[in-house]
């Protein structure tokens, strides 16, 4: 129905004007109205096309705001659930360090000898903390023999019998800063003089010469390969860790330093004589003259030995299982036959082996190491009379855990930010482990848990920022 007013002026158009004016007035007017009044009734009815279209995409807009939220949200989720893993291994590690003389696990890449199973009793979830929601998959066992993990997955699942068979079949997204384990720099063997290397021994540890390092047997060295002079291999030897010639000031402790301090300050008592070594009344006991370890010799208790002539093991010492102690001779050792210590042996002469070695701990020598025979070193955590036991005091604020491709990593400031960041350093390269932690696992970030058992979200440039060491030195970089 047309408006009042509008009927009003139509009625007067058409009865005042010419029939002429009435006719156009009627025709154009009247066509005018009706589209008018067609328009209101269509508004009345729905959307136009174009209000349509601008209504979806505005729809659009909003699902596609919506579910990147609900994307960063589950991925702050991720986030949040990888901090607590890392959290828990941290007060795990904290744990071990309790019941281990304040030492944080060793890290010396043995079976059943790093840092993974070592804090495994003290969390009784590792499997799951040790697994970040964004890196829970592990790497394909078909597309690579050595494990090495990702950005978005895990490392292991690595053959028993390859070079890395010792993390027996673990999965994780984890790494330790090596410079706050137990052993830390501490090499397993260090010796003043040559270092020659001629058998069939897993060193599970860094080795140092403050001369010459010499290797032309089958041996594996897991650490550093540091001397003061020359380093030359042959043969079939592998080394994991770097190789470094010509480093100045390479000396170990002092031997007979050590002794005179054990015997000035610690009252050991003489051993008594015959097959049984005592440490039941005192934790240090000594022998004059040389020590011939070739007979059925029982040893009850831990301690230290100490020894001021040689030390000789033609049988097997000790007759029963590994020996808890540690020995200090003021002269040389040699193994013709079996040698099984879970302690550390410092010698001011030579250490020669031709025969098999079994020691968890570190060996500390004044003259020349010369090994032609077999066995294993797995380094330890050296005994409080070494002045290098105070080395590895953990320092305040120091990354323990963190996103990691590897199951270890040793970060120097020197480290170069890597090409990719979602491979991080698939070589392992020894002189770059920086790579190892700067991947691109949450959105330019990773995780990292600190010694003081807190755990926070760091950028990858930030990285160069941590107290990684008690010698690192913060530096700025720029991660693309």
Same mark, same amino acid.
């Given at each position: 129905?047309?408006?009042?007013?509008?009927?009003?002026?139509?009625?007067?158009?058409?009865?005042?004007?010419?029939?002429?004016?009435?006719?156009?007035?009627?025709?154009?007017?009247?066509?005018?109205?009706?589209?008018?009044? +067609?328009?209101?009734?269509?508004?009345?009815?729905?959307?136009?096309?174009?209000?349509?279209?601008?209504?979806?995409?505005?729809?659009?807009?909003?699902?596609?705001?919506?579910?990147? @939220?609900?994307?960063?949200?589950?991925?702050? *989720?991720?986030?949040?659930? @990888?901090?607590?893993?890392?959290?828990?291994?941290?007060?795990?590690?904290?744990?071990?360090?309790?019941?281990?003389?304040?030492?944080?696990?060793?890290?010396?890449? /043995?079976?059943?000898?790093?840092?993974? &199973?070592?804090?495994?009793?003290?969390?009784?979830?590792?499997?799951?903390?040790?697994?970040?929601?964004?890196?829970?998959?592990?790497?394909? &066992?078909?597309?690579?023999?050595?494990?090495?993990?990702?950005?978005?997955?895990?490392?292991?699942?690595?053959?028993?019998?390859? *070079?890395?068979?010792?993390?027996?079949?673990?999965? @994780?997204?984890?790494?330790?800063?090596?410079?706050?384990?137990?052993?830390?720099?501490?090499?397993?063997?260090?010796?003043?003089?040559?270092?020659?290397?001629?058998?069939?021994?897993?060193?599970?540890?860094?080795?140092?010469?403050?001369?010459?390092?010499?290797?032309?047997?089958?041996?594996?060295?897991?650490?550093?390969?540091?001397?003061?002079?020359?380093?030359?291999?042959?043969?079939?030897?592998?080394?994991?860790?770097?190789?470094?010639?010509?480093?100045?000031?390479?000396?170990?402790?002092?031997?007979?330093?050590?002794?005179?301090?054990?015997?000035? /300050?610690?009252? &050991?008592?003489?051993?008594?004589?015959?097959?049984?070594?005592?440490? /039941?009344?005192? &934790?240090?006991?000594?022998?004059?003259?040389?020590?011939?370890?070739?007979?059925?010799?029982?040893?009850?208790?831990?301690?230290?030995?100490?020894?001021?002539?040689?030390?000789?093991?033609?049988?097997?010492?000790? =007759?029963?299982?590994?020996?808890?102690?540690?020995?200090?001779?003021?002269?040389?050792?040699?193994?013709?036959?079996?040698?099984?210590?879970?302690?550390?042996?410092?010698?001011?002469?030579?250490?020669?082996?031709?025969?098999?070695?079994?020691?968890?701990?570190?060996?500390?020598?004044?003259?020349?190491?010369?090994?032609?025979?077999?066995?294993?070193? *797995?380094?330890?955590?050296?005994?409080?009379?070494? %002045?290098?036991? +105070?080395?590895?005091?953990?320092?305040?604020?120091?990354?323990?855990?963190?996103? @990691?491709?590897?199951?270890?990593? =040793?970060?120097?400031?020197?480290?170069?930010?890597?090409?990719?960041?979602?491979?991080?350093? %698939?070589?392992?390269?020894?002189?770059?482990?920086? *790579?190892?932690?700067?991947?691109?696992?949450?959105?330019?970030?990773?995780?990292? =848990?600190?010694?003081?058992?807190?755990?926070?979200?760091?950028?990858?440039?930030?990285?160069?920022?941590?107290?990684?060491?008690? +010698?690192?030195?913060?530096?700025?970089?720029?991660?693309?």
């Amino acid at each position: 129905m047309m408006a009042p007013a509008f009927t009003m002026y139509v009625s007067d158009k058409l009865f005042t004007g010419s029939m002429e004016s009435r006719r156009r007035f009627c025709s154009r007017s009247s066509r005018q109205a009706y589209i008018r009044h +067609n328009r209101l009734a269509t508004a009345d009815e729905g959307f136009t096309l174009t209000e349509l279209l601008v209504a979806v995409a505005i729809i659009g807009i909003l699902i596609a705001i919506v579910l990147t @939220c609900l994307a960063r949200a589950r991925e702050y *989720a991720r986030t949040a659930q @990888c901090l607590s893993n890392l959290h828990q291994l941290s007060l795990a590690a904290l744990s071990y360090a309790q019941h281990n003389r304040g030492m944080m696990p060793l890290d010396g890449q /043995t079976i059943g000898g790093y840092w993974y &199973p070592e804090i495994k009793p003290y969390d009784n979830n590792i499997t799951t903390n040790g697994l970040c929601p964004d890196a829970a998959t592990p790497v394909d &066992p078909a597309a690579t023999d050595q494990g090495i993990g990702t950005a978005s997955q895990a490392w292991g699942l690595v053959a028993p019998g390859g *070079a890395y068979g010792w993390l027996q079949g673990t999965t @994780c997204s984890y790494g330790m800063n090596i410079h706050a384990s137990g052993n830390g720099a501490i090499p397993a063997v260090a010796a003043f003089g040559k270092v020659t290397l001629g058998g069939n021994t897993s060193y599970y540890g860094g080795i140092a010469s403050a001369t010459t390092i010499e290797a032309n047997g089958s041996a594996l060295i897991t650490g550093a390969m540091e001397s003061g002079g020359a380093i030359t291999l042959h043969g079939g030897i592998t080394v994991q860790g770097a190789q470094l010639p010509d480093m100045p000031g390479m000396q170990p402790p002092d031997v007979t330093a050590i002794y005179n301090q054990i015997m000035q /300050t610690d009252n &050991p008592a003489p051993a008594v004589s015959g097959n049984t070594i005592d440490f /039941t009344n005192n &934790p240090y006991l000594y022998i004059n003259g040389n020590f011939d370890a070739s007979g059925q010799i029982t040893i009850i208790g831990s301690g230290t030995l100490l020894v001021s002539g040689n030390v000789t093991v033609d049988g097997i010492f000790p =007759s029963q299982e590994a020996a808890n102690i540690n020995i200090v001779t003021l002269g040389s050792v040699t193994i013709h036959g079996q040698l099984d210590l879970n302690g550390s042996v410092y010698a001011e002469g030579n250490f020669t082996n031709s025969g098999n070695q079994g020691i968890h701990g570190v060996l500390d020598i004044g003259g020349y190491y010369d090994d032609h025979g077999k066995g294993y070193i *797995a380094s330890a955590g050296p005994p409080p009379f070494d %002045p290098r036991a +105070n080395g590895n005091q953990i320092v305040e604020s120091q990354p323990l855990f963190a996103d @990691c491709i590897w199951v270890d990593g =040793s970060p120097a400031a020197t480290d170069a930010v890597p090409s990719n960041t979602q491979l991080g350093s %698939p070589t392992l390269n020894a002189q770059d482990q920086m *790579a190892r932690f700067c991947i691109d696992r949450h959105l330019g970030q990773i995780n990292v =848990s600190f010694t003081d058992g807190s755990a926070h979200t760091v950028a990858l440039a930030q990285l160069w920022q941590l107290n990684w060491s008690g +010698n690192f030195r913060a530096k700025k970089v720029a991660v693309p």
